[in-house]
Structures are given as structure tokens and as C-alpha cells.
């Protein structure tokens, strides 16, 4: 098993490099993305499922930007907003799937009335912040980690097809 993945490793050095800056760029965009989340329904009260579209949508630009000139530099010669659009469309089944694990998650899963409510509110008690503000932001953790390898991997064989 460690002898696998240590030729995959070595046969793929370059895509798991790429695929570490990636992550990078992900975590940047992470970092747009719950701070606008948390700004948006803490301090000027957006619906969950509003500030979740509008704080996906700045992590995207932030991502599409970084990722256009960093992680797949090669690209930069591809036409600027055909490029953008092939990421946009990708990034918007990455919505679609976020959206509905952050709704599910948050209401049946770690929400007041979810399965885990009980952990998640002893949790948030001891730890000092409102069981809402934990579970919605656990729902949102759990969701940019599966939209992660979506958008990584449909990207790297679609918009950013052309790189070697």
C-alpha cells in the first residue's frame, strides 16, 4: 500500500503539486468564504441559503483569479471569459452541491433540531458561541470539503483541460 502510493506519488509529482496549490487557493478562498458567510447572517442578517450564494460567489472570483494566474499559469493565453465562463458552470453544480449539503447538514444533521443537536449545543456552550452559529458553519465546513474534489477535478479535465 505505502509502496503505491509512493509511485503514484512520484509518477504524478508535477499534478500533486498543482493539486497542492489548489488547496492553497482553496483555503484562501475558504477564508473569503466563511468570513462573508458569518458577515453576511451575523452583522447585516441574510438568510442562510443568501449569504451562502453571495459568499460562494466571492470565493469563485477569488479562486478563478488565483487559480488562472498560479496554479495553471499555462493558461493565461486562453481567451480570459470563455475561460472564466467553463469555470463559472463548473462552479455552479460546486454551488448546487455545497447549497444542499449546507441545508442538509445544518437542518437535519448539526441544526437545533438535527440528529447531532445534543453534541453540537454542549459543544457550542462550552466552546462559547451559539449552537445556530456552530451548526451552520460545521454544515458549511463539511460542504467546501466535498465541493473541494469537485472542483478540482472536473476543472483540471475541462477548463483547465490544455495543460500538461
Not at 488547496?23 to 447585516?44: K, M, P
Not at 451562502?52 to 471569459?81: D, H, M, Q
Not at 437545533?112 to 458549511?140: C, M, T, W
Amino acid at each position: 500500500m505505502i509502496t503505491k502510493t509512493l509511485t503514484l506519488v512520484k509518477n504524478n509529482r508535477k499534478e500533486l503539486a498543482r493539486f497542492l496549490k489548489f488547496c492553497v487557493v482553496g483555503v484562501t478562498g475558504t477564508a473569503v468564504d466563511f468570513g462573508t458567510l458569518n458577515l453576511l447572517i451575523q452583522l447585516f442578517g441574510f438568510s442562510k441559503i443568501l449569504a451562502n450564494t453571495c459568499s460562494f460567489s466571492l470565493a469563485l472570483l477569488n479562486n478563478f483569479i488565483w487559480n488562472r494566474l498560479w496554479v495553471y499559469p499555462e493558461t493565461r493565453g486562453e481567451p480570459l471569459l470563455g475561460q472564466f465562463a467553463q469555470f463559472t458552470v463548473v462552479n455552479i453544480a460546486g454551488w448546487a452541491i455545497n447549497t444542499s449539503i449546507f441545508y442538509g447538514a445544518d437542518r437535519w444533521v448539526w441544526g437545533e433540531a438535527g440528529l447531532l443537536a445534543g453534541p453540537v449545543s454542549a459543544l457550542a456552550l462550552a466552546i462559547g458561541i451559539r449552537h445556530f452559529d456552530l451548526a451552520y458553519n460545521l454544515a458549511k465546513a463539511l460542504a467546501t470539503g466535498v465541493v473541494l474534489f469537485w472542483n478540482f477535478f472536473v476543472n483540471r479535465v475541462w477548463t483547465f483541460r490544455h495543460v500538461k
